[in-house]
């Protein structure tokens, strides 16, 4: 008969690391601790380090006290962030790794207040368990208005000739324009602005194609625009329009070797990023004639030394990124990045998280009580594992009538992860960085669908969560292959767990579970369910499997509170019990 392992000592085993982990290989790297409440259990404190509209203060304060600090410098910003729960920027602060660092862990979230994140060290938020959330959508007709505006008024002009005039020249001959009208517009990323660019560039008469190797054909196609290869784009434009984030591979995109790929007199806007073009290159580009016109709102050293030839530059368009800059796109930038930042130390799941499991809010709501079942179903399964060898391979299964393309997991299994590695570890696990510390812990988590026929009303019937190559603590929970297998349902809103090994059972997974393995006789539940009474343990669900009449089965029983050692070993005494665990969900 298994020995009865209490939570505690099951803790006290795995979190000593002067002796080798019995379940997972402690790796002599850095250990990082975060922490998960904010300081004393009073408000969280929110860092909000450069301007935010009004309507996104006041609902920050609401939840949180807010600390407004702008214009600070890096080793300002490092002493400040270490007494704050979450830290709200725009593009002029960079959030690198000493920030992190400088955090003690105590860094939950970073809220971006735009859509690009090129200034967050997205790698070291992810290792420190730090969210990293933005604001989307709140600024995406702004940013793509102004790209119009900029296309229109570079193609006519304007504010060459609105500065000319105002010099008190008149210079019609001059200033003489090019219709946009027939003329093709290259848009290069096909995002949230990119498109909306596209259908207001449709409506001004012109021929729209863009690049985006991962923009889907079938969006492409409703707007009435040809998705090309960026060789087409560059080759075939009149007009180009940038939407790309800046990453390693759309660093200065825009250099001598493309445009002179170009068609010569192309006109180039860029609303996205400054260093997605080579600005030097560019410079040459428009002196040789190649660019005919530039319209820029952003550059890659903000705000551009005063004597920039390239602002300066005749045919050049500038203005000071003014891309979200309307009153609408402020407070609503505003109210997304703190509606997403108080949520997120909520403890809600961000559907504006960049570095975590991103799915749509609707699917987040269907999937919210299969999250938890997951998480659970995880930790279960890791307390049942026994031995030195460690746990290497997970599989988790997802039974489902929904076919596969309709059927995101990502969250189910970072939560799988969650459960599998926090209840053993001294690392705080969380949607952003489950991946990261599997993988530098040496588990592979494989995932299978197995596709059920029926009516895809739920989004999954069951998931099974496996752990292969270890020894168990309670040996009927390995299957027929040895692995140990524990199996879950959402009933009526509820976890529950479904089946040990191959024993059916049926236990809410609230509180925490005991499973006992005893000869199938009368008055086995009376006798545990009189000890557990007797103790003032209330026992909130209890269910019995067994392979057939009068053998073995399994007895699972859902308890409300931890019972004592004393109460537990009772219970193990119990003679026809012939094996037992208590597991702390």
Not at 258 to 276: C, L, P, Y
Not at 351 to 377: C, Q
Request: net charge neutral; glycine share 8%; with cysteine.
């Amino acid at each position: 008969m298994a020995t009865p392992l209490s939570l505690s000592s099951l803790f006290t085993s795995r979190l000593n690391t002067t002796t080798p982990s019995s379940v997972f290989p402690i790796q002599r790297r850095r250990r990082i601790i975060l922490v998960t409440s904010s300081a004393g259990g009073g408000k969280p404190t929110i860092l909000v380090a450069e301007k935010l509209g009004q309507a996104g203060i006041d609902l920050l304060k609401k939840y949180a006290n807010v600390d407004c600090s702008y214009d600070l410098s890096l080793e300002e910003l490092c002493t400040k962030i270490s007494l704050c729960d979450a830290l709200i920027v725009r593009s002029g602060t960079k959030v690198g790794r000493d920030v992190f660092e400088s955090s003690r862990g105590r860094l939950k979230v970073v809220g971006r207040a735009g859509v690009g994140i090129d200034n967050v060290d997205l790698a070291a938020a992810t290792e420190y368990g730090c969210l990293v959330v933005n604001a989307p959508t709140a600024n995406t007709v702004a940013a793509a208005e102004h790209g119009i505006a900029l296309l229109t008024s570079m193609a006519r002009n304007v504010a060459q000739a609105d500065a000319s005039i105002k010099a008190g020249k008149w210079m019609r001959n001059k200033y003489v324009g090019v219709s946009l009208v027939g003329k093709t517009l290259a848009v290069l990323g096909f995002g949230k602005v990119g498109s909306e660019v596209a259908r207001r560039a449709r409506g001004l008469g012109m021929h729209v194609i863009t690049h985006d190797p991962y923009a889907p054909a079938d969006r492409a196609r409703a707007i009435g625009v040809e998705l090309v290869s960026f060789e087409v784009a560059i080759s075939t434009a009149d007009f180009i329009s940038l939407h790309l984030p800046l990453t390693a591979a759309t660093s200065k995109m825009l250099n001598d070797e493309t445009f002179a790929r170009m068609k010569k007199g192309v006109r180039i806007v860029n609303v996205a990023r400054g260093g997605v073009i080579d600005e030097e290159a560019l410079l040459r580009a428009l002196d040789s004639g190649i660019v005919a016109q530039a319209a820029l709102d952003v550059f890659t050293v903000e705000p551009p030394v005063k004597d920039n030839k390239l602002v300066l530059h005749e045919n050049v368009t500038a203005t000071p990124h003014l891309g979200a800059s309307t009153m609408e796109a402020q407070e609503g930038v505003a109210i997304e990045v703190a509606e997403a930042v108080v949520g997120a130390l909520r403890g809600e799941l961000a559907a504006t998280a960049v570095n975590a499991p991103m799915v749509p809010p609707e699917v987040m709501r269907e999937l919210k009580p299969y999250v938890v079942l997951a998480e659970k179903l995880g930790r279960l399964a890791v307390q049942l594992v026994t031995g030195g060898s460690g746990v290497y391979a997970v599989k988790v299964t997802y039974a489902s009538s929904r076919a596969p393309d309709d059927l995101d997991t990502r969250l189910l299994r970072a939560m799988v992860i969650k459960g599998l590695i926090e209840p053993i570890s001294s690392v705080f696990i969380n949607l952003v960085n489950s991946d990261y510390i599997a993988k530098q812990r040496g588990v592979k988590i494989s995932e299978e669908r197995m596709v059920l026929d029926g009516t895809p009303a739920n989004p999954i019937e069951y998931i099974t969560v496996r752990i292969a190559n270890v020894e168990s603590r309670f040996a009927s929970a390995l299957s027929e292959s040895g692995e140990i297998k524990v199996e879950g349902r959402v009933k009526q809103g509820v976890p529950s767990l479904t089946k040990v090994g191959l024993f059916g059972v049926d236990v809410s997974l609230e509180g925490s579970v005991i499973l006992c393995r005893q000869v199938d006789q009368p008055g086995m539940i009376g006798k545990v369910a009189s000890i557990l009474g007797d103790e003032n343990v209330n026992v909130s669900f209890m269910s019995v499997g067994r392979i057939a009449p009068g053998q073995q089965a399994v007895m699972a029983i859902g308890v409300d509170e931890q019972p004592s050692k004393e109460t537990l070993k009772k219970i193990e005494d119990i003679s026809a019990i012939e094996e037992f665990v208590f597991l702390k969900l």
